[in-house]
């Protein structure tokens, strides 16, 4: 009796250590994840997350109510213009951006006119190879012929009052 107890207990020990026997699983195709990766989120408008496809959607700016806010010293229709014509500078920049897009300069045709060649006698020019600003005012340094001045500059020429 003993010893069918310690075989009993022994079978149970070495079976709850033994691993369980698991079901098949499925590996077919048309699982759920894969109809969701391969689901293509754009396919009602192709076009409407390209650069400038804002001009074919209905984006405008919300009407004027009785609850609206309105500065103060503005009525409803002053401030409805303003509102407009934010609306018209807010969309004229945005085509002009539009305009310009995908249009590059090509690096090596910019490398080589500013000068920034193999040699390195970019490093002796003043601007050590960039491109600069202009500027209102004539900084180069060179003298501006007395001819060229307005009578109000020029010594003894301006009219006194």
């Given at each position: 009796?003993?010893?069918?107890?310690?075989?009993?207990?022994?079978?149970?020990?070495?079976?709850?250590?033994?691993?369980?026997?698991?079901?098949?699983?499925?590996?077919?195709?048309?699982?759920?994840f894969?109809?969701?990766?391969?689901?293509?989120?754009?396919?009602?408008?192709?076009?409407q997350?390209?650069?400038?496809?804002?001009?074919?959607?209905?984006?405008?700016?919300?009407?004027?109510?009785?609850?609206?806010?309105?500065?103060?010293?503005?009525?409803?229709?002053?401030?409805?213009?303003?509102?407009?014509?934010?609306?018209?500078?807010?969309?004229?920049?945005?085509q002009?951006?539009?305009?310009?897009?995908?249009?590059?300069?090509?690096?090596?045709?910019?490398?080589?006119?500013?000068?920034?060649?193999?040699?390195?006698s970019?490093?002796?020019?003043?601007?050590?190879?960039h491109?600069?600003?202009?500027t209102?005012?004539?900084?180069?340094?060179?003298?501006?012929e007395?001819?060229?001045?307005?009578e109000?500059?020029?010594?003894?020429?301006?009219?006194?009052?």
């Amino acid at each position: 009796m003993k010893f069918a107890a310690v075989l009993v207990a022994s079978l149970s020990v070495a079976s709850a250590f033994a691993p369980a026997a698991q079901p098949k699983q499925s590996t077919a195709m048309n699982a759920l994840f894969d109809d969701i990766a391969n689901m293509d989120l754009w396919t009602p408008k192709k076009d409407q997350n390209t650069y400038g496809a804002r001009s074919g959607k209905n984006i405008k700016t919300g009407a004027i109510g009785t609850k609206s806010y309105i500065p103060a010293g503005l009525s409803a229709a002053e401030y409805a213009k303003v509102r407009a014509q934010d609306e018209k500078k807010k969309s004229e920049n945005y085509q002009k951006n539009v305009k310009k897009a995908f249009k590059f300069e090509d690096f090596t045709q910019f490398y080589l006119k500013r000068g920034t060649s193999e040699g390195g006698s970019w490093l002796k020019a003043p601007n050590l190879g960039h491109r600069m600003a202009k500027t209102k005012y004539d900084y180069s340094g060179a003298r501006i012929e007395d001819n060229k001045l307005p009578e109000a500059f020029k010594i003894g020429g301006g009219k006194k009052k």
